[in-house]
């Protein structure tokens, strides 16, 4: 197995010319480009380069394992060329049966499966599900069977392989599944004829009922069920709760007909909200939106509390909130880092946290709040042979830009060495499309660190959603640093 201390010897690094000559002109500002010279001869330096870079990469990468129970699923068993991935998974309610999507050759279009996984008896069931793009997996609370997102097939045949056909994609259809049937009998739920290009995709709330983004339909009022509508070319009887495109919703709980969303409705850095079905145009603030922070998720999480995670100075905070008031209950014990994914249930006490940091690998939590307050434990830790986190440090300056607002950027190198222009710099940025470049670990940065004293500067630009209500007032490529 490879890992970071495979290459304790010192590296050669190739020496690169520097052309001063290049100087760019950008809205007055002179920007030299001592190195666009790499443009035109990038064969020529990599010919030059004995592959080091590839081997350092090969080498880093081979990071242990995760420890496994067994495997649930693998993606070699579903193709022999290795040009088949799997791309969504979905477990029932009552844990028999796993709904997963593959795709092949890096197509879009996804073919749903499923498998019995219950006990020790792991079969693939015959269903199969074609022509699905865009969609997630989302069971009844009985188990038997899910919504998903088509589109029909193209109208030269269903036997077509997906990726070749050449036209657009029109009329995102919503399509309930009963487990065991073929696809032709499943229960076209919604579509929209006058808006061609829309796309739908449905998820059931805790309390079964199924909800879209912005229609909802009560399934425990249908007088025959789901099963009412097969055979019949009828659509479920959704009510339009919000029919604008104005601004983004998320459900995150509801109980019986009040509903939590979490929106950008007036709130560009989101806020929670309250609305009674009963009363759709009463809208209440639980949490307001905050004045300089990012609400980007909350979870339903032991009855009725939830877990906030807001991005503050690019940094991911966690708070346990109240579900019903908003009110602040706790702050979660995390440094400086990412928060990539919350596990989390309604009905549960515990949740599941996965976090990494420039020097955290990767590590899940597992916090319990039915006890007086959160306790959280590590259940696991990714560990990579050769890696000494207290060999490096990392801190966060906030540099500003022309018109003097504060731009944050991280800086990651050896612990204990002065920053005094004599080291390399990687400085990478990217301002755009809300993707803000957070604290995660980079096996590649480490390396840089290490072995050639490399600082990286990772400069959090105006575009990312760090300060995205400045952002749309200097596009970013008017702005200059």
């Given amino acids: 197995m490879g890992s970071l201390s495979a290459l304790d010897q010192p590296l050669q690094y190739p020496i690169a010319r520097r052309d001063e000559s290049v100087v760019d002109d950008y809205h007055g500002e002179k920007i030299p480009d001592p190195y666009r010279w790499f443009v035109a001869e990038p064969s020529a330096w990599v010919h030059r380069e004995p592959r080091r870079w590839v081997r350092l990469r090969t080498q880093a990468r081979g990071l242990p394992r995760t420890q496994l129970l067994e495997v649930l699923l693998h993606s070699n068993v579903l193709g022999e060329d290795g040009t088949v991935s799997w791309n969504k998974m979905s477990v029932s309610k009552d844990g028999r049966y796993q709904a997963y999507g593959h795709s092949s050759s890096g197509s879009d279009w996804v073919t749903i499966k499923v498998k019995r996984i219950?006990?020790?008896?792991?079969?693939?069931?015959?269903?199969?599900?074609?022509?699905?793009?865009?969609?997630?997996?989302?069971?009844?609370?009985?188990?038997?069977?899910?919504?998903?997102?088509?589109?029909?097939?193209?109208?030269?045949?269903?036997?077509?392989?997906?990726?070749?056909?050449?036209?657009?994609?029109?009329?995102?259809?919503?399509?309930?599944?009963?487990?065991?049937?073929?696809?032709?009998?499943?229960?076209?739920?919604?579509?929209?004829?006058?808006?061609?290009?829309?796309?739908?995709?449905?998820?059931?709330?805790?309390?079964?009922?199924?909800?879209?983004?912005?229609?909802?339909?009560?399934?425990?009022a249908l007088p025959e069920g789901l099963q009412g509508f097969r055979g019949k070319d009828l659509l479920l009887p959704f009510v339009k709760l919000i029919d604008q495109f104005d601004a983004l919703y998320r459900a995150i709980a509801n109980d019986d007909t009040l509903f939590t969303f979490r929106t950008s409705k007036g709130a560009p850095r989101y806020k929670l909200v309250h609305v009674d079905l009963k009363e759709p145009n009463n809208w209440i603030d639980v949490i307001p939106e905050s004045e300089k922070d990012v609400l980007e998720s909350a979870d339903a999480v032991n009855g009725n509390k939830m877990i906030v995670r807001y991005l503050s100075n690019v940094r991911n905070v966690l708070e346990i909130r109240d579900l019903k008031t908003g009110s602040f209950l706790h702050q979660l014990p995390l440094g400086i880092g990412t928060v990539h994914q919350i596990t989390a249930k309604r009905e549960d006490d515990k949740f599941f946290i996965y976090f990494s940091s420039f020097l955290t690998p990767g590590i899940t939590y597992e916090c319990n709040l039915g006890a007086a307050g959160p306790d959280m434990k590590i259940i696991h830790e990714i560990s990579v042979p050769g890696f000494d986190h207290t060999e490096f440090d990392f801190h966060q300056v906030f540099v500003p830009s022309k018109d003097g607002t504060k731009i944050p950027m991280f800086i990651m190198g050896k612990k204990n060495v002065d920053l005094d222009g004599s080291h390399p710099c990687l400085l990478h940025g990217y301002g755009g499309f809300n993707s803000s470049n957070t604290a995660s670990f980079d096996e590649f940065h480490i390396l840089l660190a290490r072995h050639l004293g490399a600082f990286i500067c990772i400069a959090n630009i105006r575009g990312g959603g760090e300060v995205s209500h400045i952002s749309r007032l200097y596009p970013v490529k008017q702005v200059v640093y």
């Avoid at 269903?127 to 030269?156: E, I």
């Avoid at 997906?162 to 049937?181: I, R, V």
């Avoid at 499943?186 to 998820?203: A, H, Q, T």
């Fill in 118 to 220: 219950e006990g020790k008896s792991e079969t693939f069931e015959p269903d199969t599900l074609q022509w699905v793009k865009f969609s997630p997996v989302n069971w009844t609370h009985d188990s038997k069977g899910f919504f998903y997102s088509r589109y029909p097939a193209p109208k030269w045949g269903e036997n077509i392989d997906a990726g070749t056909e050449t036209n657009a994609n029109l009329y995102h259809e919503l399509y309930y599944h009963f487990l065991g049937t073929d696809q032709s009998e499943d229960i076209l739920c919604w579509r929209d004829s006058e808006n061609p290009k829309f796309m739908f995709e449905g998820f059931v709330t805790e309390d079964g009922k199924l909800t879209k983004y912005i229609y909802h339909c009560d399934m425990s």
